[in-house]
């Protein structure tokens, strides 16, 4: 009988740690889906918050009700030409969650922002989804342009796993300042731009861009490199240049 019992014991222990576990599995799931959501909703107000960051608006309010009105987006084909997604039957929501994590230069439909300000019915400029990786992962950003496709307004990175300190300094405003007013085409030693060929993006020096190219052409298009971090200055680099490359033929147009 004493057996008995000692086996009754361990069974009802066995089944009650087995429930026990299913029931915290199970209100781990919900908490996690929950959580998800919200935690979502914060990555899209830490994006919207970027994108007025790099356009140099500066608004007070609710964010995500202005970002609707002042940032318009639309696609763009290979060749440049633009559409509405109302045009090409695509829902804005479902392309973007789609391919936010891979970027949108690549695709035949890339995406673009019109910056229009209260009150004008013209873009005041254009921001591009910056997409590229890093020294530990993937990096991305707005570049916001004016209406001529060349000038830059400023920058932003919404998401970087770079080292804080060092690489994470690409997410500071003080360095990210120096990207407003230059140019994404790279002039030639004569200063000559050539939309078809010259190269495009902004490249970060190692070092200082006075000591690389002083007051020349190249400067224009050129920025401070971070001290200790020659690796996401790298990153840095081809992420303009690889994102940029793509919507070449719509700049022209702007031309």
Same mark, same amino acid.
């Given at each position: 009988?004493?057996?008995? !019992?000692?086996? /009754? ?27 998800? =959501? ?8 830490d ?14 309010? =609710?964010?995500?009700?202005? #970002? ?8 763009v084909?290979?060749e ?8 090409? !039957?695509?829902?804005?929501?479902t ?8 970027g949108?230069a !690549? ?24 997409? *590229?990786y890093?020294?530990?992962?993937h ?8 209406? !001529? ?7 932003? @990175?919404? %998401?970087?796993? %770079?080292?804080?300190g060092? /690489? /994470?300094?690409i997410?500071?405003?003080? @360095?990210?300042q ?7 085409f790279? #002039?030639?030693?004569?200063?000559? &731009?050539? $939309? ?26 050129a &920025?401070? *490199?971070? #001290?200790? #971090?020659?690796?996401? /200055?790298?990153? &840095? ?6 994102? $940029?490359?793509p ?9």
């Amino acid at each position: 009988m004493e057996q008995n !019992n000692g086996n /009754g014991s361990l069974s009802k222990i066995f089944t009650f740690m087995i429930l026990l576990g299913i029931v915290s599995a199970l209100t781990l799931s919900s908490v996690s889906v929950f959580l998800q =959501d919200k935690q979502e909703k914060a990555r899209y107000f830490d994006r919207v918050k970027e994108m007025f960051r790099a356009a140099k608006i500066e608004e007070n309010g =609710d964010l995500l009700s202005l #970002a609707e009105e002042y940032f318009q987006p639309f696609l763009v084909d290979r060749e440049g030409k633009a559409y509405s997604f109302e045009e090409k !039957n695509i829902r804005y929501e479902t392309y973007q969650q789609k391919h936010a994590q891979t970027g949108y230069a !690549n695709l035949p439909l890339k995406l673009i922002y019109k910056i229009v300000k209260k009150g004008e019915e013209k873009p005041s400029g254009y921001i591009i989804p910056i997409f *590229g990786y890093g020294l530990w992962d993937h990096m991305y950003g707005f570049l916001a342009l004016k209406e !001529n496709g060349v000038d830059v307004i400023g920058v932003s @990175w919404y %998401e970087q796993k %770079e080292t804080p300190g060092l /690489g /994470g300094v690409i997410a500071e405003s003080e @360095w990210q300042q120096q990207f407003q007013g230059k140019q994404i085409f790279q #002039a030639d030693e004569k200063g000559v &731009v050539d $939309l078809l060929r010259s190269p495009i993006g902004i490249t970060v020096v190692k070092g200082k861009v006075q000591d690389t190219y002083g007051k020349g052409p190249r400067s224009r298009s050129a &920025v401070d *490199g971070i #001290a200790g #971090a020659t690796l996401t /200055g790298q990153g &840095v680099t081809k992420a303009y240049k690889d994102t $940029l490359e793509p919507y070449r033929p719509f700049f022209e147009t702007l031309q």
